[in-house]
């Protein structure tokens, strides 16, 4: 069956890093857009970044433009999200998806997406 499952949540301090890892398994990663999502208490769960099957595009949310990098590696099926200059305002859950919708621009709807993780906390305090 499909599983996504995310790694390398933590608590940190702003202005730290922290590199969050999503390994695939279950379907053909190398096929499907793959993007990071998160969910603040009390907000709706957003895209923080995407990107195509080959890692040639991506896109991001304007918020962590500069400071985040999302990229895969096919041969691992991992997803990674490599986040710098973290905020306070960047605590929330952190998902990775899955979708097989291949489209420009890339996908940033959460019903879009056909699979999920359980999520990774991330935790910036000020």
């Known amino acids: 069956q499909v599983q996504l499952v995310e790694s390398g949540g933590g608590s940190v301090q702003a202005g730290g890093s922290l590199r969050l890892s999503c390994a695939a398994s279950g379907y053909t990663y190398s096929t499907y857009s793959m993007a990071w999502f998160r969910q603040a208490p009390g907000k709706e769960r957003e895209a923080v970044a995407v990107i195509s099957p080959g890692g040639g595009n991506n896109r991001y949310a304007d918020s962590v433009k500069g400071r985040f990098t999302i990229s895969r590696d096919n041969t691992k099926n991992t997803l990674y999200l490599q986040m710098n200059s973290l905020k306070p305002e960047d605590t929330a859950i952190y998902y990775c998806?899955?979708?097989?919708?291949?489209?420009?621009?890339?996908?940033?709807?959460?019903?879009?997406?056909?699979?999920w993780g359980q999520g990774t906390q991330v935790t910036v305090s000020s």
């Open positions: 998806a899955a979708t097989s919708a291949f489209r420009w621009p890339l996908p940033i709807r959460a019903d879009e997406y056909n699979y």
